[in-house]
């Protein structure tokens, strides 16, 4: 299929109201579980999920990818209103975000900071499709060899997601590799610590596992401590973000773009650093540096050009390699695998269709961000009001119903529960939850990978240094460990 | 406990998780056939240095702990645990149990109807209206949309059935 017949039937995918409904529709919810303090833009994308299975996979796929891409956004609006970050990568943005609300201009923040994130995810999704495309038709050329050193060296971002101690993110990573083997083996077919159980023959169910990890947590804590929180929100103010506000902000808006979107096609960096990244450049550069964190409204642009500029080239390595770009990523390469669709390179070939719907979708995502977030910043107050007593066992209704509905089965259930209360025992130890589940979804593919390469060449580990592709995983591996390493280092120095 | 004396013990509990992992569940849970060639291509190849790894890691973490524990100079005090706390977890997890054993004889819809009123029991509400609403009406609007548009078999119990 050429490029013009792949665009053309891609658009022909893409160009019915159901699409535009869905992406809306998941853009919608994005932004408001966003803007409810306690539940993350990963939860969100998490507990949509199940809703998905019985739609058309583009629709789908889209609708998880308008709540990821709101979810970001939703954050930055209790950031700015009531100084609490609806997500990790919100957190930059409290930084002139509440002085200026506080000054009576919350209107005029959350204006621009929703102008600089429809800029920024413009911008990413435009890298996006201009680099995964070329990226996969480089990867079309791989073989188990190269998908092994290549997974070997995305596990790499375990460093980024391990948050304060990465021993304990290694020991959540190789737990999570582990629990990923239950099942039948995939060359003997013998069996692997499923003790002839057949709910265990599949092995364990990958909503039940992620549900549990993510949002149920959550709820045992809340159980654990009750604690009813009211927020003060501040009154938008009569300023809205104007157009010379936009002017001044642009240069910082276009930057923090593409260090979200440079950041982002690396795995596991996330859109918190590319944001404080994003912030920093904008305070080096900007003649009001001086104003910087006392509600300066470059840097609500800034921060949000760059945890937005994140979202779209997060799908990067996801589309054109088959390995995820943070957590959400993650959940969502499960959607793909749910649908019958397999991430990486051969999706370009066998449903190049899709992927061109898929980057049709993601343009038109960051216009419906554009009319929904300008809603949602009126409604914040509704939202922010929905009592936590109401809403932690709401959303253990949402996850009993979506995990049973992928399975019809109880097993399942059980399942998220069993990792509801590890996900909890794993937060009270202060053992990250994403390591586990990035080592549960790349597990397979690493160890099919390494022993698809091992049966290719008879045994010989010399298989994994056989050319180039190898040797530049090997080396970018090599170069991710040397950092990490350097990075222990010093904090040990600091510690002693 | 402190943070470092936590960490010490974790890792200790990593240690002995690993190492009952690859000799215990690792050659009781793995059937590998006689007829594998190549070691490396058992299927108990890849659990086994997993379970290695995790022990390892587990070594790495304690040993940490141990040397951050002698540098620093960190007071060891006991943080008194929430005893009502305590007690609404356990209720949580017997009530987790007792959802997974009754969900299909109760019905899905109706169970979590009682899952919910548990938590709120547990948790306490001063949005009683709201709460008892959002209970009924939740599990039913999630049954309608499970069942009858995603064609879902949601279990209807022993008892009431729904249309």
Sequence with gaps: MSFLDSAAAGFALVAHWESIFYLAMGVLVGVVAGAIPGISATMAVALTLPFTFTLEPIYGILLLLGVYKGGIFGGSIPAILIKTPG??????TTLDGYPMAERGEAGRALGIALYA???A??????????????????????????????ILFSLTIIAGVSGESLVKGLIAAASGLLLATIGLDLVYGTDRFS????????????IAVLIGLFALPEIIDFVFKPREEHHQARQLGGRWASFADLRRCFKSIIRGSFIGVFLGAIPGIGGAPAAFLSYAEAQRNS??????GKGEIEGVAASEAGNNGVCGATLIPL???????DVITAIIIGAFMIHGLQPGPMLFVTHSHMVYALFMGLILSSFLLLGVGSVAIRAFRFVADVPKSVLAPSVLVLCIFGTYAVNNTIFDVAVMFAMGWLGYLMRQLKIPAAPFLIGFILGPLLENSFRQAMLMSGGSPEIFVRGPITWTFWALTALALYFIIARLRQSWRAET | MSALRTDFWIGIGVVVLGSALALVAVPEGVVSPRNVRIAVLSPAFWPNILAWVVALMGLILALQSLRRRKASEEPETAAPMPRRGLLRLLALAVGSIAFCAFA????LVWASMVAFAVVLLLTGTSYRIAA???????????????????AVPIPQGMFVRLP
């Design chain 1, 87 to 92: 997500t990790p990568a919100s957190s930059a």
């Design chain 1, 195 to 206: 003790f002839g159980d057949p709910n265990l023959m599949g092995g364990l169910n990958f």
């Design chain 1, 117 to 119: 994130s429809c800029i």
């Design chain 2, 104 to 107: 299909t004889k109760l019905g």
């Design chain 1, 319 to 325: 589309l054109s390699l088959g390995i995820p770009g």
């Design chain 1, 121 to 150: 995810d413009l911008i990413s999704n435009l890298s996006l499709i201009l680099l995964a495309g070329w990226l996969a038709s480089f990867a079309l050329s791989f073989g188990p060899p190269e998908f092994f050193t290549l």
């Design chain 1, 287 to 292: 003649p009001n540096r001086d104003n910087f």
């Design chain 2, 132 to 150: 008892v609403a959002v209970a009924i009406l939740l599990p039913l609007a999630l049954y309608a949309f499970f069942a009858h548009v995603a």
